[in-house]
């Protein structure tokens, strides 16, 4: 059996993280407990199987990178980055488990966020009820809130402790080696596709004539599922992408609540995937409740989703701004591409009678992308004379595709 990485800090959470070892084992779990404190020594009760030191060792610029930095969130940081380039050195990693507060967590889900998808991972964590966004990020990690702080085992951390392990020594033992090949190896290729609610009829005719012959994985375009497609895509797991919904850029340029990163449309540059995409959702900008809403923009034109989610109709200005920033990010995609317009609307409530129809705004758009956009031999832009949700659309999404990926399987190097 591979062995499951034990992870915190030893000088002020030895015992815990030593109980947690000792649940691992009992379970029949094989374990190494790694010590990632970034000053004081480990308590003498429990002795790490790796030392601070050898973690420590394996930042870029040595040891003193982390021991030598004055203040404890530069070392906190550093640390995180030793602990994700030693992780990176075993190959034995069949888990990752990790307890602490929010400096130990930013410190472990660091490491455990380069590690791939499938592989368990948890961390317990004081601040796993609040915003963990930036622990997650695009990880399948899972957060375990700890209900008292990891601060000494008393009846209450010990229970939620031993369910953290025992939880961690399910996943490690369900993953076997048939299980592992059932699950990562599918005898179709893969592609993903980029959804949001109001382009989920194009997604939903997209999948049933893309299913008989590829593996079909959906993200939904909240900000992280961008960046899940992508990640997946680096890590070799998806080979080719209908990224049909590229809504978080609007919030990523607009201050919206979903937004990318601004590495978006990266990895189709460095992998070279057979690539379609489209503008989907381009027309609006996600905030929360009504009163979330900056007060800047206040005069604009807004669509109440849900309690929770406030839409904001983009401007003739946003949409030239974000047409320009995307063909510029595609400019650099040397992969088989194709951009689809669809010139008739961009989601379901960009349509004649619905509330965010506007046709200039989405000319701004298109014009903006398309004047931008530096078309070659592999890189093409077509303007559709259609809705994106109409099957006219979703059959020309699919049959560039096809397209695509046939080519690029048919090549000399591939066969």
């Not at 488990?97 to 490491?111: D, H, P, Q």
């Not at 590829?214 to 209908?242: N, P, R």
């Not at 506007?358 to 303007?383: W, Y």
């Not at 099957?391 to 690029?408: P, T």
Request: proline letters at 5%; hydrophobic letters at 45%.
């Amino acid at each position: 059996m591979t062995t499951v990485y034990v992870v915190g800090t030893c000088d002020t959470k030895g015992a815990e993280l030593g109980f947690v070892r000792d649940q691992l084992r009992a379970a029949g779990v094989s374990t190494v407990l790694v010590d990632v404190g970034t000053h004081a020594a480990p308590r003498a009760d429990v002795q790490p199987d790796v030392a601070a030191q050898i973690v420590a060792a394996c930042h870029p610029d040595g040891v003193e990178a982390v021991r030598g930095a004055a203040e404890r969130g530069a070392a906190i940081a550093a640390m995180g980055r030793a602990l994700t380039r030693f992780m990176a050195t075993r190959d034995d990693v069949g888990g990752m488990i990790g307890l602490g507060g929010s400096g130990n967590t930013a410190l472990v889900t660091e490491a455990m966020r380069a590690q791939p998808v499938g592989l368990p991972k948890l961390m317990v964590s004081t601040v796993a009820s609040g915003n963990v966004a930036p622990y997650v990020g695009a990880s399948d990690l899972l957060l375990m809130y700890s209900v008292v702080d990891i601060a000494g085992l008393n009846r209450i951390s010990r229970t939620i402790l031993s369910n953290a392990a025992h939880a961690m020594a399910g996943m490690v033992k369900g993953v076997t080696a048939a299980g592992v090949a059932a699950n990562a190896a599918p005898s179709k290729p893969t592609v993903g596709i980029t959804m949001f609610g109001v382009t989920t009829p194009a997604v939903d005719q997209l999948r049933e004539r893309l299913e008989a012959d590829y593996e079909c994985f959906v993200f939904h375009a909240t900000g992280t599922g961008g960046q899940s497609l992508e990640k997946l895509i680096d890590s070799g797991m998806i080979e080719g992408a209908i990224d049909l919904t590229t809504t978080e850029v609007a919030d990523f340029l607009a201050g919206g609540v979903f937004p990318c990163l601004a590495d978006r449309f990266g990895a189709i540059a460095r992998t070279k995937v057979p690539y379609v995409a489209s503008c989907g959702a381009l027309d609006m900008v996600n905030f929360g409740a009504p009163e979330t809403v900056p007060a800047a923009y206040a005069q604009r034109l807004f669509y109440h989703h849900n309690p929770q989610v406030t839409l904001m109709r983009t401007s003739v200005a946003e949409c030239r701004y974000i047409g320009e920033w995307i063909a510029q990010k595609l400019n650099r995609c040397e992969g088989p591409l194709r951009f689809l317009i669809p010139e008739r609307g961009v989601s379901a409530i960009d349509a004649e009678g619905m509330p965010f129809y506007d046709p200039e705004a989405d000319r701004a758009l298109f014009d903006a992308i398309d004047s931008t956009f530096q078309a070659t031999s592999r890189r093409r832009l077509e303007r559709l004379p259609l809705h994106i949700n109409d099957a006219a659309f979703a059959d020309a999404i699919v049959a560039a595709y096809r397209e695509l990926a046939d080519a690029h399987a048919n090549r000399p190097d591939r066969r």
